[in-house]
Structure formats: C-alpha cells, structure tokens
C-alpha cells in the first residue's frame, strides 16, 4: 500500500518546475493530485502523464492571486474528492532587482503571488483540514527567506513573510491537528530565473546557476518525505541548498 493512499494533495504553481516534479513525486505515493495553475495547456500534458502512469489527477487553471479563484481551487478538490489532505503552495515569482530601481509593478506581482496567494489558499484549505481533523500544509519558501541581500531584498521579503506566516500557523493549528511545514531550496533549475527583468540582479545571480544546482525533483523528493511522516511528527522546516552553493 503507497503511503498517500487515500489522500488528496492540491500543488499550485503546477505547470513546471517544483509543482510539477511535486504532483508527480505525491501521485507516486498514492494521492490523488489536483494540479493547479494558470497555464492549463502545461496542466493537461502533467495530467496525461500522471493518469497514464495509473495516478489520478485534475487539472483546475487558477490564478492564486484571484482569492475567488483560489477558494474555488479548493473547494473543486473537495467536491471531486471529497477531502483536502495536503495543500503545497509552490506558485511563486522571482523578480530580483535593487530596491532603488523602483520596479513597483514587480515588487506587486511577487507580494500578490508569494504571500498573498498563498493566505488565499491556505485560508480556504484550513476550513476543510479543521472539518476533517487533520491536513498538512508545505509553504515553499527559499534560502532567501533566511537571509536578504542586494538585489533579494522585495524577493526575500516575501519569503520572510512565508516563513512567519508559516510558524504563526502551526501554532494556531495545533490542537487541530494540521501540520505546517516550510520548504526553503537554494538554486534550483526552474523558471524562476527567467522571471528576473534588470540586467544587474541576472548578473549576481549567473555566478550560482553555474554551479551543479538542485533539480525540482530534489526538492520534491523532500515534500514526499515531509507529507509521508506519521501524523506525529511534524516537520516543520526543510532547508535545501546544492551542496556548492556558499549562502
């Protein structure tokens, strides 16, 4: 018997990158993923590959930084599925810069994606996990929510605001038995990068993408081990960086 047997697991930012590898990794596992994002032609070829592989999957395009729709995601999964097991909040954008190059509409769309889609999620699938007794919540944060530097600084302020987001709702869900867990990777090879629009913030970070860095399986791989713990054991933080990373 897989351990998510029975189980359902809702992955935004599911149409590449860690999302994907994550949908992938739970579905092997034995939970039926729902697969959200706003690319639904990226969605129906990861559906395809799960459902031929004998996983179960349903593809919902959403835009998390739409609270309707993000509510709407979750409440979908209940009415297929009729549980809300795990939800993985990985939708992200990374737009690095200095802050006095003043890209405001960047430093929108990373707080609206990064903090505020994920409360939107979270507020709805908390409602469902506290009705079921149990449920898990896994926040992608980053190596960035540790530590800010030139250039991270709007970036890492939305990973910080994860992390305190994160602690402050494992407190509020203790005796409801919901687990937080938060997910802070280093490089990783994903899209992210490509997000990043001012030239100097694309130079400070070529240095690292050089290096042997993570793939979205590895970081996957870690989510799997998170949500197949006993109920007991909450594992509250994973840090994740390539073994040559420096900070």
């Not at 190059?101 to 430093?107: C, I, Q, V």
Request: charged share 25%; net charge negative.
């Amino acid at each position: 018997m897989a351990k998510l047997d029975g189980k359902v697991a809702i992955i935004t930012g599911a149409s590449s990158g860690i999302g994907e590898a994550t949908a992938e990794a739970l579905s092997a596992e034995g939970a039926s993923v729902v697969v959200a994002a706003r690319r639904e032609d990226r969605l129906s070829d990861l559906v395809e590959r799960i459902n031929g592989n004998g996983g179960k999957a349903l593809p919902v395009e959403c835009d998390v930084t739409d609270e309707e729709q993000a509510h709407g995601l979750i409440q979908k999964a209940r009415d297929e599925y009729g549980r809300v097991d795990i939800l993985v909040n990985n939708a992200g954008v990374m737009q690095l810069s200095k802050v006095e190059k003043g890209l405001s509409d960047e430093w929108r769309t990373m707080f609206n994606v990064n903090v505020l889609g994920l409360l939107y999620a979270t507020d709805a699938a908390v409602q469902i996990m506290k009705e079921q007794g149990s449920g898990h919540l896994v926040n992608i944060s980053s190596v960035a929510g540790r530590k800010s530097r030139a250039t991270t600084g709007v970036y890492s302020g939305t990973k910080f605001a994860v992390n305190a987001i994160s602690e402050a709702l494992r407190e509020e869900l203790l005796e409801d038995n919901i687990r937080v867990t938060m997910v802070e990777p280093g490089a990783v090879e994903t899209e992210l990068a490509t997000h990043i629009t001012d030239e100097e913030a694309q130079e400070a970070l070529s240095g690292i993408l050089e290096l042997d860095i993570l793939q979205p399986e590895d970081i996957a791989n870690a989510i799997a081990y998170v949500v197949t713990q006993p109920e007991r054991v909450s594992i509250n933080e994973v840090l994740i960086r390539p073994t040559q990373q420096p900070n």
